[in-house]
């Protein structure tokens, strides 16, 4: 007993108590930083990006494409093109994915995820979600997976992941969509009870990542349903998935 207090004294309080307002560390690739500085070569960092995320005239980067993997920081020494550890990535628009040059942080997260009422009103207290591995590389399913252990402890918000999709009020999709995961990924929207919302979690999810010209995608079901939340990473940070979640749910200002 004595030595159990003991191993309980030396660990401390193993939980993250303040998650919007977590620390993260300096080499996490978060949120890009983009200036256009005279003599950088950025054609070098548009072919050295593996999935298009990076355009020219005028210069952006596609957090929806982007794997974060530092091949286009990497192709040009001006810094033109870095990566702060920002990391509420989250938009509820596929558009505002697109980051401009000078576009900081701050700015973003202002105008990223529009809050509904019809979502904050239903969901605020209590939110169950199933999770679909549509043929992800299980790298975001792992990152998922933690936001429920003893650090992150998601459930304190009322957020879990459950294990049928007719206990759950929507679906957090993770992987490019197969053709083989296609039906089943239709089939549990389905089973979802009505009002119900989907999350795109991961590059793959958002744009097909470094697969979305494979033989063997089938991303109709995109086509079909709407989309209520993306969340960029590759993979998705658990604090990047929190903080996007309850940025979703949760009105600041009530």
Do not use: W
């Not at 939980?15 to 005279?38: H, S, T, V, Y």
């Not at 286009?72 to 509420?88: G, L």
């Not at 991303?219 to 658990?238: A, M, T």
């Amino acid at each position: 007993m004595l030595d159990t207090l003991k191993s309980r004294i030396y660990q401390g309080k193993q939980f993250i108590k303040d998650i919007p307002n977590a620390p993260m560390r300096e080499q996490f690739r978060g949120f890009p930083i983009l200036k256009n500085i005279e003599g950088a070569d950025l054609q070098k960092c548009v072919d050295a990006c593996p999935t298009g995320a990076l355009k020219l005239n005028p210069l952006s980067i596609d957090m929806g494409k982007c794997t974060f993997c530092g091949a286009c920081k990497n192709a040009d020494k001006s810094n033109s093109i870095d990566f702060s550890n920002y990391y509420k990535l989250a938009s509820t628009s596929r558009e505002k994915l697109i980051i401009t040059e000078g576009m900081t942080p701050e700015e973003y997260e202002k105008t990223a995820v529009e809050v509904r009422k019809e979502i904050t009103s239903v969901f605020s207290k209590s939110l169950k979600l199933r999770q679909v591995s549509a043929a992800g590389c299980n790298g975001c399913e792992m990152e998922l997976n933690a936001c429920s252990n003893c650090n992150f402890d998601m459930g304190r918000f009322g957020i879990d992941f459950v294990a049928s999709p007719r206990h759950a009020d929507g679906i957090v999709i993770t992987g490019p969509i197969s053709k083989n995961m296609a039906y089943a990924l239709e089939d549990c929207y389905k089973s979802v009870p009505d009002p119900k919302i989907v999350i795109l979690c991961g590059t793959c999810a958002i744009s097909g990542g470094i697969y979305q010209d494979a033989e063997e995608i089938n991303r109709e079901f995109l086509e079909k349903y709407s989309i209520d939340l993306y969340i960029p990473g590759c993979p998705v940070h658990p604090l990047t998935f929190i903080n996007s979640v309850l940025s979703f749910i949760k009105d600041k200002k009530r």
